[in-house]
């Protein structure tokens, strides 16, 4: 029984094998196996079509980590059904296509390796209805892309692209996993479906923007919205497949996905609508305005592609002005721009996949893509010609192709919503079909770029790598289905519209009523603005197109270095040198310095607690008395060690200290403690004899060069952690809480049968720190042993000096 | 009884003891040093099951209640801690094996191991407070000695700064006990936290704890980090792999279980405290770690990122955030071992650790390569590896306190880990191959294995969180509710 | 000679065993060495040999020239320290000794040490000639070389 | 000149031996009175010193042919086992016991396990404070 | 006697703080030896001083207390330990690399 | 007054008067001129001093405890033999390391001795 | 009285080592420096012993012999590290 979690791991199976396939079958043939996996999936799939456009859902959940909610919880609705569809089926035109676009000698298999990798990934974000499990794969996908855009990791360029990629992308999730907690904090649930249900009780809730904004932050990065595009054209590094799979027609929709899938949790607030909307339309005006000026064709589509995700997620902030205004036959009327969307969504992946693969065909078979370089094709390629017209018209929002009606749909959308003015619209919205209307203009002439510059106009055979002819039939079958599919929803759009787009639909406004979700789509609907807008489009565009060459200039008014790539760029320098500063400055190498952090960590917070806190207190009432010879041997004391700091020499600094030491054994005994005067004494001794054999090969030691400034402050943090220990020593005295629990000890002799109670403390009651200290003890000796005896000069080679 | 709890600290005692008796026998030492740290990791699983289903375990050492002599307490963190402990001691032994050099095993170099081990273990399981010190003082010794053995001249400039810092830190310690000792009269953990609640933590407890933060602060790499990044690339790779994935958790652990057990009646002060340190550690780390274009740079300061990720867990403070800890924890000591084995073979392999200087090493060493990439992903806690669940509690935990400074920190630096370790890894693996086949190293079976064993493990734990989930859970319940550890330890004397 | 004192040790344990207590105690071991020593002075000329004791004896008045030694040289000391001017006149000087054991050499040169202002500074390698730094040699240097020799025949009672 | 050290050696060799007594002494008694293991250790090991310091180690080592590594080590190994020994009773890990005899000679004498326990930790001090030496000294 | 042995404690930290603070490695750990005098004092302070008899059974008590006695003894002998691997760690640094004087042994952080 | 009280007394006499003996050697190591003048306070005086001292302890709980005390009259004899050995090897090693006599010395036969046989 | 005389001999000891202290400081000789070290050592021995006189008790005994011994031994340790610069020889050529 198929189930969507057999389809999400069907990818990743294959993909465990492909290591033990791949060297017994001739290489070509990996990816006809391959092929296998998208094509089955859109199959079975395919299958359920009907019941999910009758309104059915299906839930599937396997526990992962019950303890935390996160399981592989499966949810197959008409939403993830669009997505589901497009990810197998553009996945199999694409592997079809990439069988013969990759040469034998690639590492194919890494290839397809990463490939299905990231088709189970996608698969897993849209049919994922855990969030936690959704950026699980969210993130998955963006790992694959960066191994699929550094396949030819050799090239400096394309591991610039696929680490920017990485890092934005990357980002965004991390963000959008910040907010995905939120969400979680807020509703207690980590299942979509439940989100859903019950966001509407959380509006006012503290965390309720910030999630909504981290989430979109996600999505913008994932979907190339204005200012995270960035990354898209250098992706465009990887192989054309991959280009047309991954960054036109899915990965770079997951953004898009996930905003439709929070549209009902987040869409109501209209701040959801401004966001959305307003980075979407900007995005496309930005993306459209910056395509025209490429000479790449691949940039081209990447700029290209960039705009169009912004048309996309443009019109869905807008049709959450629906959901804003609540379900009322009014309301629904603004739903038809979601619907636009998803239309155009599906629209998108089929030219803009068609296009790819013409690129792919042009560079593979000419060897460039470079505009400048390239014209006259029309004759050479033929099919690939008529392809490229069919996709570019399509794009341009010509009839009779597919690109026409959302195009017409989304014109629409915007005019209507100039006209709303509950969500403070106003005079900025007008501005909303003036951007549209502009970057459709810039639109119609990059398509106009892509066929003529490159079909039309003189053939310059010299400046081609080598000189090419028609692809082979298997490169042209996919494009080929593509463009079949482009005209042919231009003829039967509603067939796309009731069992796709309206299930859809549904699963966005799940509040409104199913039936008015899904309008009739027609090509021909009357004179209306829409259709004078594209009329104008074409006009303009037209005539813009044919004076290219005199005011395309003007973007040689950006300078270079503003760019937000360099932008980009420039941070990530910066980053590096002053992390480099900063770390530098402090990590010195030299332990006078980390010494001198541990002092002013313990002045400032020990010292701070002290005082701040009000710790200090004074009380000597119980203190024992103090006899003359005590003060003269503390008098001793003092002045010995004060005087090791201005010894000359080392022996008379050890010899002071050995008096230190020495008069620290009397105090024991004055303390009544035999064992430790005994131990002290012999100790004290033999660390004097440890440093007279240590000097033996050390020179006598120099004076202190430092800076009188230097010293003062040495001074200062001297005195000052003497004063805080005493201060927090004398606090302690005065407040002493509890009896001590050596009372117990009293009873040494019954209990351990000895009299010297220290004795059986430490053979007894404390053995285990005897024990260990024991230990330790031994462990330096020999590790003194050790470390004379193992010298690196005499010492031979081992693996870290090689 | 339980007296086999005793045997996660004793056995490598005994087993380092007996090894220096078999000396020149290199190669029995090996196998023995292997064999006593999976039968650690055997007993240590055993002990866990055990609480599961008995509660809290502790062995009086001689008999003695508490809180009169010194006693092991087994609790789900603890054990969790010691279970890792000996696998990734396991793991780097068999590394060991075939990259420390003849010399260093010739002296004593598996000894010093299990005597690190054997501190570790005993600071995990101790009870009391003094104690604590003693095994402190074993790993810290071991460490010296570990960290200069071999007598380079770049190991021994490192050992002096390192084992200055931690002499201070040691000084410290006992200070702080002095003065706990003086204000409150006992070292056993359960009766310190009960008598320090019954007379509530006043300011002068909270200045002391607050020296005590200092001193865990210094082990554990918590703002006062400096000494790490020096001493940590010093040594061969077999042994800073231990130091990266142990020795700082050391200091994690005690610094959790001192302000979960004893100090936790102020937290807006002490937590708060540990929040800040948190966040600028996690600042400073992420700026050391692309600050370098050495991987045992870049591999250092990512320890100290972790660090400061796992006590914004402390500094939060709920049930959530220390599950997310404890994960957390579990998971660096990993991945840690792991990153600094790759980082080892990458600069055994090409006698250089300046990233800049290697290329496309993917082509000589695709798996090498392939590991190093997963481990990258599991530090930046990319799921569904190792690092994710640990990253959605703290998260979880700093949203529901609103910590969101801390929340920023934390995602933004595993961002900072990404880039940091992506950095080496396109330097080192990707590029123009320039190893030809002639002079390529070829790399030694005993180098990959046990990269791949923990690389495996990263997954596993990850894919597998829930494994391990119900001792986390117990683990994080015993934190958060000191009487569970008081009631388990001193029992009906109150 | 250790032949008597073994026959001392026998008697005094022999006297702890007729003496048949339940507990050994020192007091009856002593009390059966005391008797002992009687029965080996008593005895002492069958063995040919001196009587053991009188090298204890040697001894005992060797340790009385040392403590006298001693009394007189720290007074001699103490009267320079509270002197009011120091008037002295050190020196180094050497002085050639009969005397050949280790033990005869060890024993003179402590003795030297704790005489009134002299320390012994150097031993020659074959361990004949001693260089004594004196603290007044103007004044005392004769009476040093006289007390030496009593030093020396002293010690050789002791050694010979 | 070369140096004579007659005077000091021949007093050492008198001397030592009271040292050793006294080591010996200390870490017997130390159950009641000052002393035990530790300081017993110390205090022999400061009487090997005494003898390194007046004669040279390969003399001393003519004497006293131990590896004190080793000494040091079946010192701790003592040391830790003697914890052992509790658990074969069926006791705490380093549960110690002690009772009262009625011996020949020695007349009524206690007699605890925690002499064992010393005997080990006065090895470890002796071993380790002679390597420590030893390892030392023997550098060139 | 507690506040003057409290404020011995702090005079002994303050050289020594002074000490570790050098440049010379030996003065670093004469240093760190001051500071485990002072320590060792500070922990038998914190016992109380003189509040007893000497802790060996026999007579009358009240014993002074006997816990910080044997927590300094273990104490004295760690650091006894810690020192003689310090210091020769020091020489062995020294003739590897032939000073003691810090500022020469930065090293690792341009390496 | 018994005869212990007296023997106590006598004993605490003792004791008094070394720690006299004691300061007044103690000013002669600061007074005399050179080193191997004052291993003559240090030597004779000092040890003169401890051995009193002890000798006073010894006697006196002999006759308050009547306690043999076999440790003091160990320590006794170790001083005795350490001493003199002590001030000889100290002064050797004065000369040896070449530390100046004083400027009223008026005879050195060991220089030449250390000078001819180097 | 007891109590009294003792306590000012043992105030007098330790003026004694107050004292030496200086040359401990001042020197100017290694030599002179190793002379005051042993007498402070020897007048803790007499310290002690009055100290055991004060408290009642046998317990510091062993400590003055073990003074004893480790002042010895110390003396002859920085004697022959002024005179040799070595304390511990591996072989003595003599
Ligand atoms: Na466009
Ligand atoms: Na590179």
Same mark, same amino acid.
């Given at each position: ?24 079958? @001739? ?73 013969? $676009? ?46 699929? %855009? ?64 981290? %989430? ?86 990447? $700029? ?32 038809? *721009?979601?619907?636009? *969307? ?118 310059? @055979? ?76 074409? &006009? ?30 420039? +941070? ?120 007279? !054999? ?104 081992? %693996?870290?000096?090689? | ?35 006593? +740290? ?207 994935? !142990? ?32 966040? &600028? ?19 250092? $300061? ?54 800049? #200087? +290697? =290329? ?135 | ?57 040697? &001894?005992? #008045? ?16 103490? #009267? ?81 | ?63 006293? @042919? ?37 011996? @020949? ?36 | ?44 302070? +914190?016992?109380?001083? #003189? ?61 | ?43 004779? =005086? ?59 010395? %008026? ?5 030449? *001795? ?5 | ?20 202290? $200086? ?28 100290? =055991? ?42």
């Amino acid at each position: 029984m198929f189930t969507v979690i057999i389809a999400i791991m069907l990818p990743f199976l294959v993909a465990a094998l492909i290591p033990f396939f791949y060297k017994r079958i @001739p290489r070509l043939h990996i990816g006809w196996f391959v092929l296998a996996v998208p094509v089955i999936l859109f199959i079975l799939l395919a299958r359920y079509i009907p019941s999910v456009a009758s309104g059915d859902t299906y839930l599937k959940t396997i526990e992962w980590i019950p303890t935390y909610g996160i399981n592989f919880s499966t949810y197959l609705d008409g939403l993830s059904m669009i997505f589901g569809l497009l990810i197998t089926g553009v996945g199999s035109l694409v592997i079809l296509y990439s069988i013969y $676009y990759l040469s034998a000698r690639e590492s194919l298999h890494h290839f397809y390796i990463y490939l299905l990798l990231f088709m189970g990934a996608m698969l897993g974000v849209v049919f994922s209805d855990n969030i936690f499990v959704l950026y699980v794969f969210w993130e998955l996908t963006s790992i694959s892309s960066f191994l699929l %855009i550094a396949f030819w990791y050799h090239r400096k360029n394309s591991r610039y692209g696929a680490q920017k990629s990485l890092l934005i992308t990357v980002s965004g999730g991390v963000a959008m996993l910040a907010g995905f907690i939120m969400v979680y904090t807020m509703t207690d649930t980590l299942s979509v479906r439940e989100i859903v249900m019950s966001m509407s009780d959380y509006t006012n809730h503290l965390l309720f923007l910030p999630a909504m904004l981290l %989430i979109l932050l996600g999505a913008f990065t994932k979907s190339a919205q204005f200012p995270f595009h960035i990354w898209l054209p250098d992706a465009m590094e990887a192989p054309t497949p991959v280009s047309a799979y991954l960054h036109s027609a899915t990965m770079v929709k997951a953004g898009i996905y996930l905003v439709a899938r929070f549209t009902p949790v987040f869409g109501g607030d209209q701040v959801w609508f401004w966001v959305v909307g307003s980075v979407g339309i900007f995005t496309l005006f930005w993306g459209s305005f910056n395509a025209v000026r490429q000479v790449d064709l691949k940039a081209l589509l990447a $700029y290209s592609t960039i705009s169009q995700l912004g048309l996309i997620m443009s019109l869905f902030g807008l049709g959450s002005a629906a959901l804003h205004l609540g379900y009322s036959s009014e309301s629904v009327i603004y739903t038809q *721009a979601t619907f636009a *969307a998803l239309f155009h969504l599906i629209n998108h992946s089929t030219f803009k996949g068609a296009l790819f693969m013409v690129v792919g065909i042009i560079d593979h078979e000419l060897g460039t893509r470079d505009i400048r370089k390239l014209g006259g094709l029309m004759a050479l390629m033929p099919i690939t010609f008529t392809i490229a017209i069919i996709g570019s018209f399509s794009m341009a929002g010509l009839p009779p192709f597919n690109g026409f009606l959302s195009k017409e749909m989304f014109f629409d959308a915007v005019v209507r919503i100039n006209e709303l003015d509950i969500l403070a619209i106003g005079n900025i919205g007008v501005l909303f079909p003036v951007v549209a209307w502009i970057a459709s203009v810039l639109t119609f002439v990059y398509c106009m770029i892509i066929v003529f510059k490159t079909f039309l106009g003189p053939y310059q @055979p010299e400046k081609l790598e080598h000189i090419g002819q028609e692809a082979p039939v298997g490169m042209l079958i996919a494009p080929s289905v593509l463009a079949v599919l482009v005209v042919s929803i231009f003829f039967f759009p509603n067939l796309v519209g009731v069992y796709l787009l309206k299930p859809a639909m549904m699963s966005i406004f799940p509040t409104f009523e199913a039936t008015e979700l899904a309008p009739h789509i027609s090509a021909w609907h009357g004179w209306n603005t829409p259709l004078m807008m594209t009329i104008g489009v074409i &006009i303009v565009g037209v005539l813009l197109f044919s004076i290219l060459r005199h005011w395309k200039p003007i973007y040689r008014l950006f300078p270079p270095h503003w760019s937000l790539n360099s932008l980009y760029n420039m +941070m990530l320098m910066q980053a590096e040198i002053r992390s480099s500063e900063i770390t530098r400055s402090y990590m010195t190498g030299n332990l006078r310095d980390y010494a001198l952090y541990v002092y002013l960590f313990f002045f400032t917070a020990v010292g701070g607690g002290l005082f701040f806190l009000g710790a200090f207190s004074f009380d000597s009432s119980g203190n024992a008395p103090i006899r003359i010879y005590e003060w003269i041997l503390v008098l001793v004391m003092m002045i010995a060690g004060i005087s090791i700091l201005f010894a000359k020499s080392r022996l008379t600094a050890t010899l002071l200290n050995g008096v230190l030491g020495y008069s620290i054994a009397i105090f024991f005994v004055l303390f009544r403690a035999p064992d430790l005067a005994l131990t002290q004494l012999v100790v004290e001794t033999v660390t004097t004899a440890l440093f007279l !054999l240590c000097f033996r090969f050390l020179p006598e030691w120099d004076r202190e060069t430092y800076k009188p400034k230097t010293k003062m402050v040495h001074a200062f943090i001297a005195i000052a952690t003497g004063t805080i220990v005493t201060l927090i020593g004398l606090s302690v005295q005065s407040g002493k809480m509890f009896e001590s629990i050596s009372v117990y000890f009293e009873n040494a002799y019954e209990l351990a049968g000895g009299n010297n109670i220290v004795n059986a403390i430490l053979g007894d009651f404390r053995a285990f720190d005897t024990m260990l200290e024991v230990v330790v003890l031994f462990i330096a000796g020999i590790g003194v042993f050790t470390l004379i005896k193992l010298k690196a000069s005499r010492g031979g080679q081992d %693996i870290e000096n090689k | 009884m339980n007296n086999i709890l005793v045997l996660p600290m004793v056995i490598p005692v005994l087993t380092g003891i007996i090894l220096v008796f078999l000396r020149s026998f290199v190669r029995i030492q090996r196998w023995i040093s292997f064999a006593a +740290m999976i039968g650690i990791a055997g007993l240590s699983l055993y002990i866990l099951n055990q609480i599961q289903a008995e509660g809290i375990l502790h062995l009086n050492f001689g008999g003695w209640e508490p809180p009169y002599g010194i006693l092991f307490v087994a609790d789900s963190f603890s054990m969790l801690l010691v279970l890792t402990t000996s696998i990734i001691t396991a793991i780097c032994l068999l590394y060991a094996f075939s990259s420390i050099s003849k010399e260093r095993e010739n002296m004593f170099f598996y000894p010093f191991v299990h005597f690190l081990v054997a501190g570790v273990n005993g600071s995990f399981m101790t009870g009391d407070l003094f104690n604590l010190f003693v095994c402190f003082e074993v790993m810290l010794v071991a460490s010296y000695v570990l960290i200069s053995l071999g007598g380079k001249k770049l190991q021994l400039k490192a050992a002096i700064k390192y084992v200055a810092i931690n002499v201070l830190s040691s000084w410290f310690f006992l200070v702080a006990i002095a003065y706990l000792y003086g204000t409150v009269g006992t070292l056993n953990f359960a009766h310190l936290s009960q008598r320090i609640a019954e007379v509530g933590q006043g300011p002068l407890l909270t200045t002391i704890s607050i020296l005590f933060l200092l001193v865990f602060s210094l082990k554990a790499g918590l703002l006062l980090y400096f000494w790490l990044p020096g001493s940590y690339s010093a040594p061969p790779p077999a042994i800073a792999a231990l130091f990266g994935a !142990l020795l700082t958790k050391v200091g994690i652990y005690a610094m959790l279980r001192v302000f979960t057990l004893l100090f936790y009646h102020e937290p807006t002060i002490t937590h708060t405290i540990i929040g800040v340190m948190a966040g &600028i550690t996690m600042i400073g780390g992420s700026l050391g770690a692309i600050a370098y274009k050495d991987i045992r740079q870049v591999v250092s $300061y990512n320890v100290v990122i972790a660090v400061g990720f796992i006590l914004v867990g402390l500094a939060i403070s709920t049930k959530t955030a220390m599950e997310g800890s404890i994960y957390y924890l579990v998971h660096d000591m990993i991945v840690k071992a792991l990153l600094f084995l790759l980082a080892g073979t990458i600069i055994a392999l090409t006698g250089t650790g300046k990233i800049d #200087k +290697m =290329s496309g090493l993917i082509r000589n060493y695709p798996l090498l390569g392939w590991l190093f990439f997963i481990a990258t992903l599991s530090l930046a806690g990319i799921p569904p590896l190792s690092g994710f669940i640990g990253k959605i509690l703290v998260g979880e935990g700093a949203i529901e306190t609103g910590s969101y400074v801390l929340l920023a920190l934390a995602f933004i630096s595993s961002i900072f880990v990404l880039y940091s370790l992506l950095r080496v890894f396109m330097n080192c693996f990707w590029g123009e191959t320039i190893i030809s086949e002639e002079d390529e190293v070829p790399l030694k079976r005993g180098l990959l294995i046990p990269c791949v064993l923990l690389g495996v493990g990263t997954a596993l734990l990850g894919v597998g969180a829930e494994s391990i989930s119900t001792y986390v859970n117990d683990a994080a319940n015993t934190l958060v509710n000191p009487n569970i550890y008081i009631q388990a330890i001193l029992g009906d004397q109150k | 000679m250790p032949a008597q004192f073994l026959l001392n040790l026998f008697i005094a344990l022999l006297w702890m065993l007729l003496r048949d207590e339940d507990v050994l105690r020192f007091s009856t071991f002593f009390a059966g060495f005391l008797v002992g020593i009687v029965i080996v002075f008593l005895m002492h000329r069958f063995f040919g040999q001196q009587f053991y004791l009188r090298r204890v004896y040697s &001894i005992i #008045k060797l340790i009385i020239i040392f403590i006298s030694e001693l009394l007189q040289s720290s007074f001699v000391v103490l #009267k320079q320290i509270l002197s009011p001017t120091l008037d002295i006149k050190p020196g180094i000087f050497t002085y050639e000794t009969a005397l050949k054991s280790d033990w005869e050499v060890t024993a003179l040169a402590m003795l030297l040490t704790l005489t009134p202002g002299s320390v012994v500074m150097e031993v020659s390698p074959e361990g004949n000639v001693f260089y004594i730094h004196g603290m007044d040699l103007e004044q005392s240097k004769d009476s040093l070389l006289r007390s030496l020799a009593k030093f020396e025949k002293a010690i050789m009672e002791v050694t010979r | 000149m070369k140096i004579n050290d007659v005077i000091l050696q021949t007093v050492t060799r008198m001397v030592v031996f009271i040292i050793l007594t006294l080591g010996v002494y200390l870490f017997l008694s130390g159950h009641n009175n000052p002393g035990g293991g530790f300081i017993g250790g110390l205090v022999l090991a400061s009487a090997i010193v005494l003898l390194y310091l007046a004669y040279d180690i390969e003399t001393v080592h003519k004497g006293i @042919p131990f590896d004190f590594k080793r000494v040091a080590a079946l010192g701790v190994l003592i040391a830790v086992t003697s914890g052992f020994g509790a658990i074969l009773f069926d006791s705490h890990f380093l549960t110690q016991t002690f009772s009262h005899f009625h011996l @020949p000679v020695f007349g009524e004498t206690e007699l605890a396990t925690v002499t064992i326990f010393e005997a080990g930790v006065a090895l470890a001090v002796v071993g380790v404070v002679v390597t420590i030496i030893l390892s030392i000294s023997e550098d060139e | 006697m507690e506040t003057l042995i409290t404020i011995l404690v702090g005079v002994l930290v303050t050289v020594a703080t002074y000490l570790i603070l050098s440049r010379n490695l030996i003065r670093v750990i004469l240093g760190t030896s001051l500071l485990s005098h002072a320590v060792h004092l500070l922990i038998m302070t +914190m016992g109380g001083l #003189k509040t007893g008899k000497v802790p060996l059974l026999g007579g009358e008590g009240p014993y002074v207390d006997a816990l910080p006695q044997a927590l300094i003894l273990t104490a004295i002998v760690i650091s006894f330990g810690v020192t003689a691997f310090f210091l020769v760690l020091v020489y062995r640094s020294y003739q590897e690399s032939r000073t003691e004087d810090l500022d020469p042994l930065r090293g690792s952080n341009n390496e | 007054m018994n005869i212990s009280e007296i023997v106590k007394y006598a004993a605490v006499f003792l004791i008094f008067i070394s720690s006299v003996v004691s300061v007044i050697s103690a000013l002669g190591i600061i007074r005399f001129p050179d080193v191997y003048t004052r291993i003559h306070a240090a030597t004779k =005086s000092t040890t003169l001093a401890v051995l009193l001292t002890l000798t006073g302890a010894f006697v006196y709980f002999w006759a308050a405890e009547s306690f043999i005390s076999v440790r003091l009259i160990l320590g006794i004899i170790f001083v005795f033999l350490t001493a003199p050995v002590a001030g000889h090897l100290i002064i050797r090693a004065a000369y040896r390391s070449k530390v100046k006599l004083a400027e009223s010395s %008026i005879e050195d036969e060991l220089k030449s *001795a250390l000078d001819d046989k180097e | 009285m007891i109590e009294f005389i003792l306590g000012i001999s043992l105030s007098l000891f330790a003026l004694s080592i107050a004292i030496v202290l $200086y040359r401990i400081i001042r020197g100017p000789s290694m030599p002179d420096r190793v002379i005051a070290m042993d007498t402070i050592g020897v007048n803790l021995i007499s310290g002690i012993a009055v100290i =055991s006189i004060l408290l009642k008790t046998r317990a510091f005994l062993e400590v003055i012999l073990i003074i004893g011994i480790l002042a010895f031994i110390s003396t002859i340790a920085l004697s022959k590290f002024i005179e040799r610069g070595v304390i511990v020889e591996y072989k003595r050529d003599r």
